[in-house]
């Protein structure tokens, strides 16, 4: 299974438009400047790429999806699996219409009713669609995805978790790699879904406790209490300098960035 970070940042992106209108004078660590000179640290809206012999799997449409579509040179899409619908992750959705015409086919979204239902809401016209569109709707199919599946080679567990206000918001477990970027509270029937992972990918927002979103303390202490072989935290703002934090963090801990790339 090869993973490839499209994008880590939260949904301001980084830099962010406040940092850039107000010359930095305020941006933590000054990670917005240094985000013009170090690509690394420059962070467009959360989604991952998972990729087999068998199966192109896309999670998140986000508001970038154009921009890393084209950065990472992404040739097929089979299906995308949504974790919520908030704007950062879901935006992008009109723009796969490029692969639906390419490819020829409808290609299925899974998520959760609430999400689906933010979605058909959001893209009235795709879903019901008038007489005439003048640049084109997508062809997709819409799966609700509550419970195990398996797609292709990959067997995909929902793990429901608490996001602000939000019933129907969800990561996944991929065989044994799990995608939360999104979360405050991992309720504990979820947790059990979350053992023995060889790899962790989890939200991190910032230091400062947030109300719908793990601040970096939070987020090490599921780490610490799942203990998979290795986690990556994303989801971040401009308040996490990797640089800075990595030092602190135990070797099988790290940030992931926009273009990581690795096989599982």
């Known amino acids: 299974m090869q993973i490839t970070f499209l994008g880590t ?10 940092c850039m209108l107000n010359d930095h004078v305020h941006c933590p660590n000054q990670v917005c400047l240094k985000a013009a000179f170090q690509p690394r640290y420059r962070r467009t809206r959360a989604s991952i790429l998972v990729q087999t ?6 999670i998140d449409t986000s508001q970038d999806f154009r921009e890393q579509m084209l950065t990472n040179r ?3 899409i089979d299906a995308v699996l949504y974790t919520h619908g ?3 992750h879901i935006y992008g ?16 979204l899974y998520g959760s009713q ?3 239902e933010t979605l058909h809401s959001a893209f009235h016209y795709i879903f019901e669609p008038p007489e005439f569109v003048g640049g084109g709707i997508p062809q997709v199919r819409t799966h609700l995805l509550e419970t195990p599946t398996t797609l292709a080679d990959i067997e995909i567990v929902p793990i429901p978790v608490e996001h602000g206000p939000l019933e129907g918001c969800q990561g996944y477990r991929l065989n044994d790699v799990a995608y939360i970027p999104d979360v405050k509270r991992i309720p504990p029937s979820s947790l059990t879904k979350l053992q023995g992972l060889d790899l962790l990918i989890i939200n991190c927002l910032r230091h400062r406790p947030h109300g719908s979103h793990l601040s970096l303390e939070e987020s090490l202490q599921y780490a610490y209490l799942l203990e998979p072989k290795r986690c990556l ?10 640089q800075v934090e990595e030092s602190r963090l135990p070797s099988w801990i790290r940030f992931a960035y926009d273009g990581l790339c690795l096989c599982i």
Do not use: W
């Open 53 to 58: 012999k068998k199966l192109s799997l896309l």
């Open 114 to 116: 609430e999400t689906l």
């Open 93 to 108: 959705l009109p723009d796969i219409r490029s692969y639906c015409y390419h490819q020829g086919e409808a290609i299925n």
């Open 233 to 242: 935290f994303t989801h971040m703002s401009h308040d996490i300098d990797y």
């Open 74 to 76: 992404v040739r097929h």
């Open 9 to 18: 940042g939260t949904s301001h992106g980084v830099p962010t438009i406040d």
């Open 86 to 88: 908030h704007a950062d």
